[in-house]
């Protein structure tokens, strides 16, 4: 009887390493695969973190060169009013405003209230603003603050 009893149990053995086997070959794989799907989405993290410290750098390094001396488009006119409803619209106040512009609060002030015009470089300035959304003009405070 010991001997059915050893041979019943090496078979059921057998099966089930058998049954283990196959069902681990399936994890094997998956794992194997989550591997490579992990590596891939890192080596596209790092290409993503290396271009964005790229164009942050382009962009700080721009910034530090100040606004644009070109000579605004043909035609440019300048409308205190827009001025202050664009101000208003990208919700900042007129020290930040004047950040952005290369300019002081009271000239931001004064250009708003009538006083006094913008000249030919700062027309240029406002004109390269006017395209600038909220998070951009956020953005761009931060990085003048740094």
Do not use: C
Not at 17 to 28: G, P, Q, T, Y
Not at 118 to 137: F, I, N, Q, Y
């Amino acid at each position: 009887m010991p001997n059915l009893q050893a041979v019943l149990r090496k078979e059921i053995q057998r099966v089930a390493r058998r049954e283990i086997r196959a069902e681990l070959e399936s994890v094997r794989k998956a794992v194997s695969q989550y591997r490579h799907d992990i590596a891939e989405l890192k080596r596209v993290r790092t290409d993503l973190e290396r271009r964005v410290q790229y164009l942050e750098s382009r962009e700080a390094t721009r910034l530090k060169r100040g606004p644009s001396k070109r000579k605004p488009p043909e035609g440019t006119r300048f409308s205190r009013t827009r001025l202050r409803n664009r101000r208003e619209k990208l919700g900042l106040s007129r020290e930040d405003y004047a950040r952005l512009a290369d300019v002081s609060a009271s000239t931001i002030y004064n250009w708003e209230a009538g006083v006094t015009k913008p000249g030919e470089k700062h027309l240029a300035t406002l004109v390269s603003l006017r395209d600038m959304g909220k998070r951009e003009a956020k953005r761009r405070l931060d990085l003048l603050a740094e």
